[in-house]
């Protein structure tokens, strides 16, 4: 609880109650908190002119949930699946299978599989895992993926700092993962990884790594789901990884990193943006509505607040105030 002391360098000397009731901080409801605010400053500067008359003790309730803590990110209310990863995975290999809807399989350390993160630029150890599982292939020299993909991989300039272990040879483009928050924020609202709320640095240093595998590595083009001779399949498309064997090791680091952290309930990047599709219109529909009504409602207070002062100062000109001032001495 605040009290008026808190926020009055010199209340004046009577007494004077006014409440508000306090709404959760969200980017929605700011309106409503400033509209009160303001109210709340007109009786101050009301009052203040009686300061030898009457004295305003403001007590805000409720205020305690109201400011949390203005640099975390809030979590949006149609967000209602967030729980812990422990509670949606049951293991890495869970985490690593589920949430790209099997654009990755989990193979043990002993058999071939790629990591999503190595320190060599000049040696990826991917190169070799590639030449165990194709023989054939003596080198990719090709993006195969494309999205945000160059057509071909090369070297980047020193700006590739995020992604820094392909820098010698890349099919992304530094400017495309040139900061953490580009990487999640690069393919819209519904796929960020803090969507429910801030995640650990531990937690989130994976989806970096595995954002890094996805945009840079040549040799993820090998597992692109449709080839160019399956243009006619009507989920076509030329950016979806499929079955991409993911060291079992890695998978269980990345569950233990992130097994405290929150991420929405559905598991899958993909169904998870297509339940924050689905539920954020009617959300922010509703949202609107309440909002229109508070704001109407703090008119109609505003408006009878104005009525009130006219009241106070008419009856003072008339030589009967409505509060008399306080006895500053007898007279004998």
């Excluded at 908190?33 to 008359?53: D, G, K, N, P, Q």
């Excluded at 990826?124 to 160059?150: A, G, I, M, W």
């Amino acid at each position: 609880m605040i009290y008026s002391s808190d926020l009055l360098s010199s209340p004046p000397p009577s007494s004077f109650y006014a409440i508000v009731i306090a709404t959760p901080h969200t980017q929605h409801n700011k309106p409503k908190l400033a509209s009160s605010l303001c109210l709340l400053e007109f009786w101050y500067s009301l009052y203040s002119h009686y300061r030898t008359v009457v004295t305003m003790k403001v007590s805000l309730f409720a205020l305690t949930a109201l400011w949390p803590a203005t640099s975390v990110t809030m979590v949006s209310a149609y967000e209602d699946t967030c729980t812990q990863f422990k509670n949606i995975y049951t293991s890495g290999t869970d985490l690593c299978e589920r949430m790209w809807d099997d654009a990755f399989t989990v193979v043990d350390d002993s058999q071939p599989g790629y990591t999503m993160w190595f320190f060599d630029q000049d040696n990826n150890p991917n190169d070799e895992v590639t030449r165990q599982l194709f023989p054939e292939v003596t080198s990719v020299d090709e993006c195969h993926l494309q999205y945000f993909h160059k057509e071909v991989p090369s070297p980047e300039d020193d700006n590739m700092r995020e992604c820094h272990p392909w820098k010698n040879n890349a099919c992304c483009d530094s400017s495309t993962v040139k900061s953490v928050d580009a990487i999640n924020e690069a393919y819209g609202d519904g796929y960020q990884w803090d969507r429910c709320g801030p995640i650990s640095q531990a937690c989130e240093r994976f989806f970096v790594m595995e954002a890094c595998l996805y945009e840079c590595e040549p040799n993820a083009g090998l597992f692109r789901k449709f080839n160019d001779s399956q243009t006619d399949h009507p989920e076509f498309n030329t950016w979806q990884l499929h079955k991409m064997p993911i060291k079992k090791s890695f998978c269980d680091a990345w569950y233990t990193a992130c097994y405290n952290d929150y991420f929405c309930g559905q598991g899958s990047y993909f169904q998870c943006a297509a339940y924050y599709e689905d539920n954020k219109a009617s959300f922010e529909e509703k949202e609107d509505k309440a909002l229109k009504i508070g704001l109407s409602v703090t008119g109609v207070v505003a408006l009878l607040a104005i009525c009130f002062a006219w009241c106070l100062i008419h009856r003072e000109k008339k030589g009967q105030p409505l509060f008399l001032a306080s006895t500053e001495g007898t007279s004998s």
